[in-house]
Nanobody, 117 residues
Framework: QVQLVESGGGLVQPGGSLRLSCAAS????????MGWYRQAPGKERELVAV???????NYADSVKGRFTISRDNAKNTVFLYMNSLKPEDTAVYYC???????????WGQGTQVTVSS
């Protein structure tokens, strides 16, 4: 089993910044992609950003230029740096990882990000 534990969510004013972290632990042989999804009330879960083990990244159009994803492979940790936050960024943010030869998917428990004045 693999556990993903997120941290760093909270309340921030529009234009502010937050950093999310997600640490993977457990029976990890190799982690392929790691990423972040979010789900706002009444909406479907959507991809925010993803990063491969080699460092290739992909972002949702809505966050390009404002969010940056990075990872520390030695610590099995992924980060999401969120700048210029907008009220529409308010959501529960979920960490996601694909692990092992079968790229099995794992999810974190989610962390709330609220952007409001």
């Amino acid at each position: 089993q693999v556990q993903l534990v997120e941290s760093g969510g909270g309340l921030v004013q529009p234009g502010g910044s937050l950093r999310l972290s997600c640490a993977a632990s457990g029976s990890i042989f190799s982690i392929n992609t790691m990423g972040w999804y979010r789900q706002a009330p009444g909406k479907e879960r959507e991809l925010v950003a993803v990063i491969s083990s080699g460092g290739n990244t992909n972002y949702a159009d809505s966050v390009k230029g404002r969010f940056t994803i990075s990872r520390d492979n030695a610590k099995n940790t992924v980060f999401l740096y969120m700048n210029s936050l907008k009220p529409e960024d308010t959501a529960v943010y979920y960490c996601h990882a694909r692990v092992g030869l079968l790229s099995r998917a794992y999810w974190g428990q989610g962390t709330q990000v609220t952007v409001s004045s």
